[in-house]
């Protein structure tokens, strides 16, 4: 499975980003998806996770109210909309998805930029 994130960039406080997370190969194998961050000198941390059916979410709750997890099967993608962005949210933000047989598989990353 590859993963391509895409989305990121640079964008003002209380602003808004939505990050792609294309998956290609061996998709019908993927269960859990979600998402990470890793801001300078911090260690990485989730952000958000979404069921394979999409149907049970969860979030950090530095972005519960702000960040929504989705995904499209059909088109093998998954999303984050984030929205009322932070300075702290400034962090190079990863998809991982989990595959059938427990294997773990990770994009190469997008990097989101909040700036005052």
């Known amino acids: 499975v590859q993963l391509v994130e895409s989305g990121g960039g640079l964008v003002q406080a209380g602003g808004s980003l939505r990050l792609s997370c294309a998956a290609s190969g061996s998709t019908f194998s993927i269960n859990a998806m979600g998402w990470y961050c890793q801001g300078p000198g911090k260690q990485r941390e989730l952000v958000a996770s979404?069921?394979?059916?999409?149907?049970?979410?969860n979030y950090a709750d530095s972005v519960k109210g702000r960040f929504t997890i989705s995904r499209d099967n059909a088109k093998n993608t998954m999303y984050l909309q984030m929205n009322s962005l932070k300075r702290e949210d400034t962090s190079v933000y990863y998809c991982?998805?989990?595959?059938?047989?427990?294997?773990?598989?990770w994009g190469q990353g997008t990097q989101v930029t909040v700036s005052s």
């Open positions: 979404i069921t394979s059916s999409g149907g049970r979410t």
């Open positions: 991982y998805a989990v595959m059938a047989w427990g294997m773990m598989y």
